[in-house]
């Protein structure tokens, strides 16, 4: 894949929504090699308004003229995920590497349109899965891969959380549960992010199943799911993900239980977890979350562009986690 001339990556931004206000955009000014050049989206009003507050140079409000800019040499697609294919396969004709939200598109059919493009146009194509580069997480990872637990058995995902009475009275504006724009709904957007990490600690998954309803009925996407999956290392899954309990069930955890221990994480809390072994007994790990969340996986992308190193989030490695969805949703 080509590489970005004179050491800095020049990053422009299609859709600045709520992501890019502290989790992503900001990290961009910060890490090495990297500054924030341009910004796009389709109401004029709210992307002055970004530009302004956030000191970005320029602001567009249609896509094709912030891909043209000749100042912009990577694209940074933040939109929902009914617009990532179309974006990245225009970002690729023009010669301009890609670092794309999560989930990485709609469906499995998407993701491999982007991969091919990107391919075809050499141009490195790049996914916002950031736990990848959080330090606890890749400690959860080391752990793994040292013995600490022994050989892995099980994997066991549970999400619950309370249904928020905006989401059923404000359907037009939540497009998170519109499967015709987001693929599916709470689902594919958070879920997407946990079994993205099992793929980044324990390795792909080869197969997966799944029981699919929706409980409450407030809106068209699925509000729970159950499902089993089977890696390739041998080791088995299993996940609970529900979107309309009370909230005193509410609850996030992530279980990997091996021959000698285990290790049990929230996927949406702090910057903790806990590793139990019958040797050592219980001890907690404890890291500092950054203020921009994307920030370790932002300067691991820019060192892969820049040619220092490389980036543990690809459209590949993205796309099998779409296709794990795919499967577990359509079965």
């Not at 970002?91 to 469906?107: D, H, L, N, Q, S």
């Not at 890749?138 to 309370?162: F, N, P, T, W």
């Amino acid at each position: 894949m080509k590489k970005i001339q004179g050491g800095e990556v020049r990053w422009g931004i299609l859709g600045v929504g709520d992501v890019c206000e502290v989790k992503s955009a900001p990290a961009m000014n910060i890490v090495d090699g990297s500054r924030l050049v341009a910004v796009m989206r389709r109401n004029e009003q709210r992307a002055s308004d970004y530009a302004r507050r956030h000191g970005v140079p320029r602001w567009y409000t249609d896509a094709d003229s912030l891909i043209a800019d000749p100042e912009v040499n990577a694209v940074y697609i933040a939109t929902p995920p009914n617009a990532h294919r179309e974006l990245t396969l225009k970002a690729a004709a023009a010669g301009k590497p890609v670092y794309v939200e999560k989930p990485m598109a709609r469906t499995y059919r998407e993701c491999q349109d982007m991969i091919t493009a990107c391919a075809n146009a050499d141009v490195p194509l790049h996914v916002a899965y950031y736990r990848r580069a959080l330090p606890h997480f890749v400690k959860i990872k080391e752990l793994i891969e040292c013995g600490a637990i022994g050989d892995v058995r099980y994997a066991r995902i549970e999400l619950s959380q309370q249904l928020v009475p905006q989401v059923a009275r404000d359907l037009v504006h939540n497009w998170r549960v519109d499967p015709e724009i987001a693929g599916g709904g709470y689902f594919y957007d958070l879920a997407s992010h946990q079994l993205d990490f099992l793929d980044f600690a324990l390795g792909p998954i080869k197969a997966a199943k799944g029981i699919v309803s929706n409980q409450a009925g407030q809106y068209a996407a699925e509000d729970i799911v159950s499902a089993a999956f089977h890696f390739e290392s041998g080791a088995i899954g299993s996940g609970i993900w529900c979107f309309s309990t009370a909230e005193v069930s509410a609850r996030d955890q992530t279980t990997i239980v091996g021959s000698k221990g285990q290790i049990s994480f929230e996927n949406f809390g702090a910057g903790e977890f806990v590793l139990q072994t019958d040797e050592a007994g219980r001890e907690t790990f404890e890291f500092e979350l950054p203020e921009h969340i994307q920030q370790f996986l932002i300067q691991a992308i820019v060192d892969d562009l820049l040619g220092k190193g490389s980036s543990p989030s690809t459209g590949q490695s993205a796309a099998r986690t779409n296709w794990v969805m795919e499967e577990i949703l359509n079965s």
